[in-house]
């Protein structure tokens, strides 16, 4: 779509979906809806349309930017509309029913810190509401105006702020721009021997800013995944001044200042840099997929592989829709997808050991168990690395899901994820509560039977981070209210169960009931008034975190 | 001294020193002071006398407090003198010059949350300033009160506090009260076959909510090593209120509630209880000492050691003066401990591996380079679990470091430590500086040569932990103020290298200076606000981390 992307860093000669997953030329087409949406009993017989931004109705701006400023903001109605939304399942299908959020007046790129602070200047003077915006990925909402208690919205597009600026190869660290999206900083990191190996599901289309202003969790199943723990410091520019951290490599004095921007989803101030801590490219790899009958003892597999000293890259337990669904299996087994990965020494060791820890549970590796795909590759493990089947099978899957996902709502489907994370005595009965509640609440919404799959994307020694997808029937015009109604059936088992209402996809405004629930009352007092500070005016992302 | 501990929970039959660190029966006599000064220029000739409480001129309390808090408090002298300061070598020094800090009016000893909640309510509405003590080991003038801005002070000991109350085995966690002193809850926890494995040097004389209020470095030399890291959740009582966060093993849910009050020394709230994350009592264990004749090679060793997969527990880099020091090496050699642990399989190959790592950097490790102690134990590694002469001459001299430093205070020396963390690209120049700089200093101060000697405790990937000690003719009765010069020092070299003012001692009252230039002003904006907001009446720890 003409004028989404004006980034002199990041070209691309493919066009991004205005109104849904990424590249515009990756969606199923109409034969390929039409065939997923058979498989769904109570979908539409035929895709809903291709929505069009000339058909939207989009008002001029209700604010001129200033002449000092008027470089680097952009009122094209096309790039006012592809910045009115995130990508969440609800984001889609209000864009296909020709209602999406509310358009900014304005997108401002900036090429610098100081371009931002004149921005906000600007915009604090004139009561107009920033949304910071890095890939536009979000599914939760975090980059929407909802409300109506600013004169104008301003979209602020980081994206023109996409260079790697510095490396310390000695140190494995760099200094990079907070509008760098996940290819374009691997892209400039490879040429220094360096990765920063944090591979989120939208890492084509989200920025290192994205994913420090949202906590974001990364490649790793085990350990250290988190964005937070790899950061040196940030520089934040807030509407109080500009915030840069000292670059270290751990600190004890007071509480960590980068631990508040952290999360803060564009409400404390705009993320324009970080350093942060890269790692050599791995050199070694090795993956296996193992096969359980029995979904409890794949999760005491799990647990115990995540409590050993392992630490796999990869650890993805799969159940038995999910296996299905992504073709890792098919004949009703769990599948645990095991990785390992490492710059220094080879890995068929710790692979071995960790297939050997989950045969003790139960587990299946040989291929002999009657699972199909499962354990394709026979004998050593490292005889194939990356190689498995089911691992291959689930990889592919994994990047096409979103563009499935959006397939289906053309379809008319319900077709959504979300996930949490709590401790293990919780993650059995949590994991049974959210398939068989949300599943009777869909058959109540729509009178048609739903998929609840679940997958565990990271674990830790002392829990793990359940991922449910839900595949239902919606009700023609009305998707996004069975959504609602679905997810607010599925916050309320997180809650009984004081699960987080989010492990890594950020709360936005979509998570807001949730997450005020979960939030300590004096926390919200102390963020309520940092944000007071910092943001006098409120201008800074309204709706998100605190009020 | 009487009336110091009363912790029905923590019973020990010694006594804990009023005046100096730890047990008052550990403390070196006057021959053995004698003997050490004589070993240092320009120092006494006899050890100054042991300072006796009865000889303090101990004003009545300048509040009574409320009946029905009576029981939870005390006003016996010695009891408030003992918490009247922490035990940085010059707070030793004042006690021995009979001039300690503000000796509280009370000490209060809440037994649960309701009891810290109604101190503070009533300490808020008499204005007496509340100042948290775990076990009282604050290097840095964290648990003092300085200034006249309020009618009275109230010293808040937290260890009648001081029971695990839940294990979870299987999630291997558990809920801790805050008071608890180390060797107690490793005790505790004992039973139930898991540890915390924070060890750090205080270990015997601090609390867990010590370590977390201070964000505390610990056991390990590499990875996860700050009780950050550890926390699960946490309650903190406010004057605003209780916070309670939720028990989980990750979060993307907006910025960490937790991060902001590990590391807020009090100021912010009263840590009360922490769900922390255990380990398997380890099973296996090796170490082994590598000698270096030259520095910057060992520091390359230890940067391509930390950048490995290996994760040693110990990696310990002496510098040729502490190493003779310790007696780890007298021949001038920089020595480096390395030690391996593991629940869950053998270490031995890891050390080997390390070994052969530092030796391609010039370190020798067999014994025949010449290097006296280093490399004692002949042949494999895995051989000496926990025995080679080096790592155990190392050990001992740890413990008992602080009980010397306060005899050579005896004799009117200098002797102190601090620490701090820089990435890999300034450590060389930094501690070179550090050592010149401070040592000149002392020269001036004093007209005697200085001893400066440097370790690093901690290493990353990206930078490492330099820990220098200090031992320095005094000026009569005028030591506090040349180590004050000295350490004024030390603080503009940190602070022209961008390192940390405190790694793992934290902020306190002395390090403020240097904390206020290294904190991002925008940061201190929002932590002023959110002071204001949980502690509006401005009770809780005067002083430190923001006014």
Redesign the interface.
């Known amino acids: 779509m003409a004028g989404t992307t004006s980034q002199p860093t990041q070209p691309t000669a493919r066009t991004r979906s205005w109104w849904g997953w990424g590249w515009a030329d990756a969606h199923p087409d109409d034969a390929e809806c039409t065939a997923m949406g058979a498989l769904l009993p109570g979908t539409l017989s035929r895709p809903l349309p291709v929505p069009r931004v000339r058909d939207l109705a989009v008002a001029a701006p209700a604010v001129e930017p200033p002449r000092s400023l008027a470089h680097l903001i952009d009122a094209d109605p096309g790039d006012r509309a592809a910045h009115s939304m995130g990508k969440a399942y609800r984001d889609v299908v209000r864009a296909l029913r020709g209602r999406p959020g509310r358009i900014p007046d304005l997108v401002a790129r900036p090429t610098d810190d100081q371009g931002v602070a004149d921005l906000l200047d600007w915009a604090g003077e004139r009561q107009v509401a920033v949304v910071p915006y890095g890939g536009g990925s979000s599914v939760t909402g975090g980059v929407e105006y909802r409300g109506d208690a600013h004169r104008a919205v301003m979209s602020l597009d980081l994206t023109a702020m996409g260079r790697v600026l510095e490396v310390?190869t000695?140190?494995?660290?760099a200094r990079i721009q907070a509008g760098t999206l996940g290819p374009s900083l691997e892209d400039q990191l490879r040429t220094h021997g360096l990765t920063l190996r944090h591979f989120p599901q939208s890492f084509e289309f989200s920025t290192l800013g994205g994913w420090l202003a949202?906590?974001?969790?990364g490649h790793y199943a085990t350990g250290?995944t988190?964005i937070?723990d790899f950061v040196?410091s940030l520089c934040?520019v807030?509407p109080?001044?500009?915030?840069?951290?000292?670059?270290?490599?751990?600190?004890?004095?007071?509480?960590?200042?980068d631990?508040?921007?952290?999360?803060?989803?564009g409400a404390?101030?705009v993320i324009t840099e970080a350093w942060v801590?890269l790692?050599?490219c791995p050199r070694h790899k090795a993956s296996a997929a193992v096969a359980f009958t029995d979904f409890r003892s794949a999760l005491r597999a799990v647990?115990a592989l995540a409590?050993?000293?392992?630490s796999p890259a990869n650890c993805r337990l799969l159940d038995s829709g999910e296996a299905a669904l992504s073709g890792a299996a098919h004949d009703g087994s769990s599948v645990l997808v095991l990785g390992f990965e490492?710059?220094?020494?080879p890995v068929t060791a710790r692979l071995e050991?960790a297939v050997a820890l989950a045969r003790s549970h139960g587990g299946r590796y040989d291929g002999s168990g009657g699972d199909g795909g499962v354990g394709g590759s026979k004998g050593s493990p490292e005889a194939s690395p990356d190689g498995d089947a089911a691992v291959s099978a689930w990889r592919s899957a994994f990047l096409r899901m979103p563009y499935l996902r959006d397939g289906l709502a053309r379809m008319g489907a319900v077709a959504e994820t979300f996930e949490t994370?709590?401790?293990?005595?919780r993650i059995p009965d949590l994991i049974d509560e959210v398939r068989r509640e949300v599943g009777e609440a869909a058959v109540k919404a729509t009178g048609f039977p739903a998929t609840v799959n679940c997958r565990l994307t990271?674990v830790?020694?002392?829990?793990?981070?359940p991922y449910f997808t839900v595949l239902a029937a919606g009700r023609a015009g009305d998707e996004v209210a069975v959504w609602d109604d679905l997810k607010a059936v599925a916050s309320e088992v997180l809650n009984r169960h004081?699960?987080?209402?989010?492990?890594?996809?950020?709360?936005g405004r979509d998570?807001r009931p949730g997450?005020d629930r979960?939030?300590?009352?004096?926390?919200a007092?102390?963020?309520?008034?940092?944000k007071?500070?910092?943001d006098p005016r409120g201008i800074l992302n309204p709706g998100v975190?605190v009020d």
Request: net charge neutral; aromatic share 6%.
């Open positions: 310390d000695e140190g494995r660290a949202t906590r974001a969790g250290r988190h937070d040196q934040v807030t109080a001044g500009i915030s840069n951290s000292w670059r270290l490599p751990a600190s004890g004095a007071g509480p960590s200042p631990r508040l921007f952290l999360g803060s989803e404390l101030g801590r790692q050599e647990r409590q050993s000293d392992l490492s710059a220094d020494e050991r994370a709590a401790t293990w005595d990271h830790y020694p002392d829990g793990a981070a004081r699960a987080t209402i989010t492990h890594h996809h950020a709360v998570h997450y979960q939030r300590p009352e004096p926390f007092l102390a963020l309520r008034a940092a007071g500070a910092l975190l």
